[in-house]
Every structure is written in C-alpha cells, then in structure tokens.
C-alpha cells in the first residue's frame, strides 16, 4: 500500500459510510468533469447514489481535485464498501460487477438523448465525430472496461503470411465455484433472448447474466433494415463496435447481407467491418442473432498481398486475386460499390454449391449445407472498398469430428475454439490458462523447472507433446527471456497452423491450383 493510502478493510462502520458518501461527491465530480451529467441532473444522481449505498446524508467534505481518465479505480472502492455493508454478496464477483454498473448507471444520459447527440455530431461534424463522442462516453462510464482490457497479454509472431498478433484474453474472470452453484439455481429467463437484443439496454443483470445500466445503442439504417450500432465492453481491439438486428434473428449470408456491410462501411468509412459466418463450427458464438463486427483498426489480413492476381472481364472496376493468407481468401477491390457487391455475390453463389472431391470440399452432405463464407469489408482512399472473402466449411468426419476445417487435434492444448471473424483476420484471441502454462513451460527450456507434463494430473499435461518438440527444438539451457520469447513464438506459428486447418485450399500445389480452378468456375482468369 503507498504511503498515505487509506486501507478500506479496517474502517469502522461510521468511517466507512463517511468514506463511501465523499466516494459520491467523487464521482459525481468525475460524471460533471466528462459532461454525463449537467449541473441540474447532480442532485437527482447524487439521491439515486445514496439510496443504492444506502447513505442517509451526503458528504459534506470536499472531494479532492483528481482527474482519472476513468472511473474504475474508484468504482472498485466503492463497490468494496458496499460489499462490507452487506449490500450484495461480495463473495460473488458477477454481483460486485452488476452492483458497479448499477452505480455508473444514475450518471448515465438517457438513451434518447445519447441518439440525438450522435445524430447531430453525424450530420454537423461527420461520422467520425460521431463515434468519437460515443466511444468516449462509453469509456467514461467504465462500459468500456478498459483496465481489464489492459491486463490482456499480446504479441506479434512472424509467419509466411505476415505478422500475426497474439491476445491471451484476461478481461473475463473465471467464474468461481460459488458462482457456478449459484448458476444451477438460477431459474430459466428468455428475457433478453441474448447478450445481443436491444433489451439490454438498461436491464439489471443476474448471476448469469451482466448488468447493462451503462449500456447505451444507437440506431442505423443499413441497406434499409434497422440495426444498432454499440460498442463491446470487452473490446478485442480498438473501437471494437458491433452492429446488431433490430430483430432477434439467425444469423444469415446472403445478398442482403453483403449489402448491408457495404452500406455501414460506406456511412462509416474509417471503421473496418465484418460478418462472421451463418454456419456452426466455422461461425461466431452467437449465430441466434443476426449482427456485424468492426472497429477502428487494421488487422493482420488486411496487411496482406494477393498472390494469384485475376480478373473478371465483366467486371472492369473491380481488381481480384487470391490472398497470400493462411484461412482460403478472395480479394476484391472497386470503388464502385454496387460492383463489388454484384462480383462478391457471384462468389458467394458459386461457393455454395461448389465441390471437389479432390481437395475434401464437399457443398452438402444429405442436404446439409456446408459452403459459406466470412466477409471483411474496409474503405481506402486511395483504393476504395476492399473486401476480403474467407471460403468456408464446416464438414465433419470420423478422423475429425470437430470440423475438417477446424483446429485439429494436435493444437488443441493452444486453440481448440472455432476460428470466427476476429482469428480469420489475424487476431489471436487464446484462453487466459496460457498465461500461466507458458510461463512454465518456459520455464522448462531455462532449466528451471523439471518436466513433469507426462506424470497423471500435472498442469502441464495438455502440453505434453508440444513439450518434447520444444526440448527437442531448444533444448532446456536457454536463458529465461530467451525462453519466453521462444514460447511465445512458437504459440503464434501453432496459431498460423490452426489458421492453416481452416483454410479449404491447403498451402500446397494441389491446394492453391485447386483454389484457381474455383476462381475459373466463378468467371475469373489469371493476369
């Protein structure tokens, strides 16, 4: 603890108050200094803070003059407080988490007004102001969390398709067993029917479900179907936005679909945005809902170069080629959108009805369709529009029950998830466990640690295999940050590979002639 900090575990119960009341004024202050609040909504904020912290009076000291740029530090405190108030259970870190967006909540500006301040930053300022202000004001209100995103561990690696960037999510807890227990008893609610319906706006939250008092939505018409536009509290990357159906519908790949993302990147042309896929085990975790992803960022795909270039004739505005990228990809580049549009339906419709036996590609299987894709949309001055189309297939087999096109069993111990829109472009998003286990194994390759990974029950056992290629490769003399360098290495080369399981067309001659007979099918020559 630094000197002069006030320790909160040892106040009495009448200090405590007093200390959660000037929290109050300390907030209030942070909700007046970013513009949540104006001068007249203090009083109204400060009586719903009270009443939640179960406070009879105010502070009446002075809150000190601090400028955080969020509110997290002090929400944590505050949120503690109440847990020794009993106001909650604190032993249960879902309810401290719902009980500290119920606090944010009495700063928050009502929906209809966050709308028509977006409206009107769009049409006077552009749309690049718009989401400007909005992305702040969801940063503000810790909807955003932004110090957890900052605990997340990433790197780039280096690989025959470019640079790759690795992400060890630590943002999500691990839910403790309380919390588990507490989920079983948890009665059955179709209400909101996701994490994605406009109905969370506002909505309290429960043991299985987070609060949403913070959260706020904005409407856009895309290719004239209602969605929103919000902004992901647990950003994978910067601006990371999701723009979700005003209905809670499946998610589709079609025409429409295609219509819609060219219409949202040309409203909002400094964000990329993209679709995963209809179809399970090479779709998102959500495909109940009908939505979109994007955000302020190049990834990893979008650095990469064509290397077949080729061209239908039909279609003079628009430059193709196939993509120098592990998961099987077409380009497309035009600066007339209605184009590009026509050009990546004709790609669409013929994928999915393609086969080739010779490659695995199979379309259907008893009338279950296999074919999709994974569309990634952006706008370069200079270029125009840019869209990336990942060939999809979701089949399965004996030898491969989780997905022919999936990560195989031999990476699993780094990635077993389905590979979704955010990996097809390059980002890595690997289960918060690594952060432990490569520091071991490291660890094993320093010499500091013997090599127990095949006794039953060890930590390490998952890694068993990958373990011995490393001693073999390495050896186990390596000086510490060497270790962890190479560690961290190899789990980006392992993603390229799972990357490389996804992609229909391998990485080899028969592959890569196979994806241009594809490309001829559809109209397409090589220049």
């Not at 955003?144 to 630590?170: D, F, H, M, S, V």
Request: proline share 6%; with cysteine; glycine share 6%.
């Amino acid at each position: 603890m630094a000197k002069n900090e006030l320790d909160i575990t040892t106040l009495t119960p009448e200090q405590r108050d007093a200390r959660l009341a000037l929290d109050v004024e300390r907030l209030l202050r942070f909700g007046r200094k970013h513009k949540l609040i104006k001068d007249l909504d203090v009083l109204v904020a400060r009586n719903t803070l009270l009443d939640l912290l179960a406070l009879a009076a105010p502070s009446e000291a002075k809150p000190p003059k601090e400028d955080p740029a969020t509110p997290a530090a002090l929400l944590d405190e505050m949120v503690e407080l109440a847990a020794q108030k009993e106001l909650f259970d604190g032993a249960v870190n879902q309810y401290r988490i719902n009980f500290e967006t119920r606090l944010m909540g009495a700063l928050m500006p009502r929906e209809s007004e966050v709308c028509k301040k977006f409206k009107k930053l769009y049409q006077k300022q552009g749309a690049k102001a718009a989401t400007d202000w909005f992305y702040q004001l969801c940063v503000d209100t810790n909807y955003i969390r932004t110090a957890q995103i900052a605990k997340n561990i990433q790197w780039n690696t280096a690989t025959p398709y470019g640079e790759l960037e690795i992400t060890i999510n630590l943002t999500k807890p691990e839910k403790d067993p309380k919390t588990i227990a507490l989920e079983r008893l948890q009665p059955k609610s179709g209400y909101p029917a996701c994490m994605l319906c406009k109905e969370n706006i506002g909505y309290a939250g429960r043991i299985n479900f987070p609060a949403r008092q913070t959260h706020r939505i904005v409407p856009i018409t895309l290719a004239g179907e209602q969605f929103y536009l919000q902004y992901s509290p647990y950003a994978y990357f910067h601006e990371h936005c999701i723009m979700l159906h005003e209905q809670h519908k499946p998610m589709e790949m079609n025409k429409q679909t295609l219509a819609e993302i060219f219409d949202f990147v040309a409203q909002f042309p400094h964000y990329t945005c993209g679709s995963n896929a209809d179809l399970p085990i090479v779709g998102g975790s959500i495909l109940s809902h009908s939505h979109f992803q994007g955000g302020r960022y190049v990834f990893p795909m979008q650095k990469a170069d064509i290397a077949v270039p080729m061209a239908d004739i039909r279609y003079p505005g628009v430059k193709a080629g196939i993509l120098n990228w592990p998961v099987s990809a077409v380009r497309l580049v035009g600066r007339s959108s209605q184009q590009m549009q026509i050009v990546a339906n004709n790609i669409l419709t013929a994928w999915r009805t393609y086969t080739d036996e010779s490659v695995g590609i199979l379309a259907e299987t008893d009338g279950t369709p296999h074919n999709t894709v994974t569309p990634i949309l952006h706008y370069d001055e200079t270029d125009g529009f840019i869209l990336d189309l990942a060939l999809r297939n979701n089949r399965t087999s004996a030898e491969f029950p989780d997905g022919i096109f999936h990560p195989h069993k031999e990476y699993h111990n780094i990635k077993k998830e389905n590979i979704g829109l955010i990996e097809v472009m390059g980002l890595a998003i690997l289960p918060a466990r690594l952060k432990d286990q490569g520091a071991q194994i490291a660890e094993i390759l320093a010499g500091q640690r013997p090599n127990t990974s095949r006794e039953p029950g060890d930590t390490l056992a998952v890694h068993a295999d990958w373990i011995d290629e490393l001693i073999a490769k390495y050896d186990t003399h390596m000086k510490p940050e060497a270790a962890n360098k190479a560690v961290k290495a190899e789990i980006g080369t392992v993603f390229s590979h799972v990357l490389e399981n996804a992609g229909v067309f391998k990485q080899d001659a028969q592959g890569q002639a196979a994806f241009v007979r594809f490309m001829q099918s559809v109209g397409f020559k090589k220049v």
